[in-house]
């Protein structure tokens, strides 16, 4: 079955302790990318990773790091979480850029960082 | 930079209503336009999408949108709601420029029984 798996579902942390959510896909879709939605604000790109080894900024980099370093997967990596990167996360894949609007989206990560 | 709009926050309908959303992109170029949908405790999953052609597209379950481009608009409409239509809706912009694609902040539309 073709799906995008995000892991954790639901996380609870504390300001400032390292943590990384884990997106994984398994249709070989070179361009993935991560995304929050906050109440009233919609979806906001985070970083995106048009092939291996290449990620740019979306909308809302501060505070995140991402990787990709195969094709598969692109965790997203927050180094010193803060209150306000509380938020529902969204990672998505599509087969390239240039179809970069039929992404397949994972269930999705709900972080609360106190 | 492209942005979409969704004014309608919160909209609630009784079951056999009829239902438009609004939804308007600024953008001067060619943009393609996208209706999402996401289920209570789901992802998004594409309701229709516009890419050229008929300004009029239909997408699953009944849903359907116009493209206007002199109003920079992309309606969404339905003639007759569900209770299983409740759901948050996400207008979206597209264009080859960016290669991002933009959401606007979202409608919840509640459908009730």
């Known amino acids: 079955e073709a799906q995008v798996t995000q892991n954790p579902r639901y996380l609870i942390t504390v300001t400032g302790k390292k943590l990384t959510v884990t997106c994984s896909q398994n249709?070989?879709?070179?361009?993935m990318s991560w995304y929050r939605q906050d109440p009233g604000l919609g979806l906001r790109q985070i970083y995106y990773?048009?092939?291996?080894?290449?990620?740019d900024k979306g909308d809302v980099p501060e505070g995140y790091k991402v990787s990709r370093k195969e094709k598969r997967n692109f965790p997203l990596i927050l180094e010193s979480p803060s209150p306000n990167q509380t938020s529902l996360y969204f990672c998505?894949?599509?087969?390239?850029?240039?179809?970069?609007?039929?992404?397949?989206f994972g269930p999705g990560t709900r972080l609360t960082v106190t | 930079a492209q942005s979409v709009s969704q004014h309608n926050h919160h909209v609630i309908l009784s079951e056999a209503a009829s239902l438009e959303l609004g939804c308007n992109y600024s953008y001067g170029g060619t943009v393609n336009l996208f209706w999402y949908v996401q289920y209570p405790g789901q992802h998004l999953q594409l309701l229709l999408k516009?890419?050229?052609?008929?300004?009029l597209v239909k997408g699953i379950k009944g849903f359907e949108a116009e493209f206007i481009k002199s109003k920079f608009s992309f309606n969404l409409r339905k003639p007759s709601v569900q209770w299983s239509d409740t759901a948050e809706y996400f207008c979206a912009a597209y264009t080859g420029s960016a290669r991002q694609l933009t959401f606007g902040s979202g409608t919840q539309l509640t459908v009730l029984p």
């Open positions: 990773s048009m092939n291996v080894e290449v990620t």
């Open positions: 516009y890419f050229s052609g008929d300004p």
């Open positions: 998505a894949s599509s087969l390239t850029s240039g179809n970069a609007y039929e992404q397949y």
């Open positions: 249709m070989n879709h070179e361009y």
